[in-house]
């Protein structure tokens, strides 16, 4: 059964950095990304990487300020997360999927395992 889990979530101060582990039993998948939810949102995308070729993805409010990497030797993704802001505050959600389709890994249908999530909370 597939796992993913999460850490390294916690408080900061604006303006701080937080760094998020993703590790998925052990392997790893096409496709890998990071999605949020704050309270009565919903959950939105946040970065995406395809673990062949490297290739990132970020949504607009995070660029520049997020990286998503991995590790291969520990099957590992990362969300460094720098620069943090009050509205950055959410729930964050490490989710894997098989499939390769950069033009559709921005919605959290395209992803079939999810971690458990991890509150990441910045105070102004």
């Known amino acids: 059964q597939v796992q993913l889990v999460e850490s390294g979530g916690g408080l900061v101060q604006a303006g701080g950095s937080l760094r998020l582990s993703c590790a998925a039993s052990g392997r790893t998948f096409s496709t890998h990304g990071w999605f949020r939810q704050a309270p009565g949102k919903e959950r939105e995308f946040v970065a995406a990487l395809t673990w062949s070729g490297g290739n990132t993805y970020y949504a607009d409010s995070v660029k520049g300020r997020f990286t998503i990497s991995r590790d291969n030797a520990k099957a590992t993704v990362y969300l460094q997360m720098n620069s943090l802001k009050p509205e950055d505050t959410a729930v964050y959600y490490c989710?894997?999927?098989?499939?390769?389709?950069?033009?559709?890994?921005?919605?959290?249908?395209?992803?079939?395992?999810w971690g458990q999530g991890t509150q990441v909370t910045v105070s102004s």
């Open positions: 989710a894997a999927s098989n499939l390769a389709l950069p033009s559709s890994n921005r919605r959290p249908a395209y992803y079939a395992y």
